[in-house]
């Protein structure tokens, strides 16, 4: 036991593992602990009651702190903006929340003038990996504490019997067929029978989306308006980005947009399966990739497929608080000034069908494009452009001793 840590201010959900942490840290190191709520978006049934929870487990204190709003400007716009999909598939939800919890975190363990912070991730994750780079580029001072690594206990039932035996009440069971990880974007799906990536997930795994079989037979139209980037219209309907994001989650989840199966590369270094719900942000994205044909150039196009990669890893990663992130972003926002203007969608049974875009940022020009005759594009004009594009396809023919 060590007596170096007096105040600690722990990142608690109310799930069975951070119930077990709050007497878990008072046990090994005689000291205050201080439970703090990220309110991501997660939903009511996990926020309900969680405060009083804390409290019956010990904790001398919990704040809840809603970061809805700051997740959505700070982190998802600008990702959106530069097209971000882990591993070509994976809309990154969980990353997402992390580098905002991190950061909100550790202002409240400065501000009550804690000695450490604390996290309920396990060690074979991703997620320690985030909170613990995050606290390194915020506040290196801080101790970090991550039970998963140093308690013996191993199961469900250890940290049940343990709860039990420090008179801690939980209305947790031995049995939890999935992992999952809920907010305001997404939800993710682990464990059960996708630990087995040759069996299809059942109908168990989804809570979120209505399936593509139960999902109406009639389609939906669909149009979102963008400012730079950034949603601000749904058919025509102002909103605030945290509830237009709602009500896009509503209408993509009625048709069964926005679920994916994968197998993906860990950050630890091995691989895991995950099925993931984000309906809002399906048609988020979409919104945004059809918009940019029109607006960008052909440069400018694949400068923001680059970078939509390299932020991917970035935030999948955890180097959220790095120069390299920052200087992405102003790049990214560079591109996004002239990305202002309509999508029209068709929603139906899963997909998510274009119909349309319209900007007045339009690079597209009916007078150029066209079949028809027209007096602004001379056709002998690219027998000139074609002969320098092939001009070194041309000198190393010749230098091989080749006819001209």
């Not at 097209?83 to 929340?97: D, K, R, S």
């Not at 074979?124 to 995050?134: H, L, P």
């Not at 309906?279 to 150039?297: C, F, I, M, N, Y």
Request: aromatic letters at 8%.
């Amino acid at each position: 036991m060590t007596h170096a840590i007096k105040k600690v201010v722990l990142a608690y959900s109310g799930g069975l593992d951070t119930s077990a942490i709050v007497p878990w840290l008072k046990d090994h190191y005689d000291c205050e602990v201080i439970a703090f709520v990220a309110n991501v978006g997660q939903g009511e049934d996990e926020l309900n009651g969680v405060e009083a929870k804390a409290i019956k487990s010990g904790a001398s204190a919990c704040y809840v702190v809603d970061l809805r709003a700051q997740m959505l400007t700070e982190v998802i716009v600008p990702a959106m903006q530069a097209g971000v999909l882990y591993e070509g598939e994976y809309l990154m939800g969980t990353a997402f929340a992390r580098p905002i919890i991190a950061r909100a975190q550790v202002e409240l363990a400065l501000e009550l003038q804690a000695d450490a912070v604390a996290h309920g991730c396990t060690g074979k994750g991703n997620d320690q990996v985030r909170f613990e780079s995050a606290v390194a580029a915020l506040a290196p001072q801080l101790k970090i504490i991550a039970p998963w690594r140093e308690w013996d206990m191993r199961s469900r039932e250890d940290l049940l019997d343990y709860l039990v035996e420090k008179g801690v009440p939980t209305t947790a069971s031995a049995t939890k067929i999935y992992s999952r990880d809920a907010n305001l974007w997404h939800i993710s799906h682990e464990g059960g029978e996708l630990e087995d990536p040759w069996q299809a997930p059942t109908d168990n795994v989804w809570t979120l989306t209505q399936s593509a079989n139960d999902a109406p037979d009639v389609p939906e139209e669909l149009t979102l308006s963008f400012a730079q980037g950034v949603p601000t219209h749904v058919n025509g309907q102002a909103y605030e980005l945290v509830q237009l994001l709602e009500e896009l989650n509503r209408i993509g989840s009625r048709h069964g947009v926005g679920r994916i199966d994968i197998v993906e590369n860990r950050l630890v270094g091995m691989k895991s399966r995950g099925c993931y719900e984000t309906p809002g942000g399906t048609l988020w994205s979409a919104g945004l990739r059809a918009l940019e044909q029109l607006v960008l150039d052909r440069a400018s196009l694949r400068f923001r497929q680059e970078l939509g990669v390299k932020l991917a890893d970035i935030l999948y990663d955890g180097q959220w608080f790095t120069p390299v992130r920052s200087a992405m972003l102003a790049a990214v926002e560079a591109l996004s000034h002239t990305m202002s203007g309509e999508v029209k969608l068709k929603l139906y049974k899963g997909n998510v069908i274009l119909l349309g875009r319209r900007s007045p940022n339009s690079l597209y020009s009916e007078d150029f494009a066209t079949f028809a005759a027209d007096e602004v594009y001379h056709q002998k004009d690219a027998e000139g452009f074609i002969r320098l594009f092939s001009l070194s396809s041309r000198i190393r023919k010749l230098m091989q001793g080749g006819q001209p």
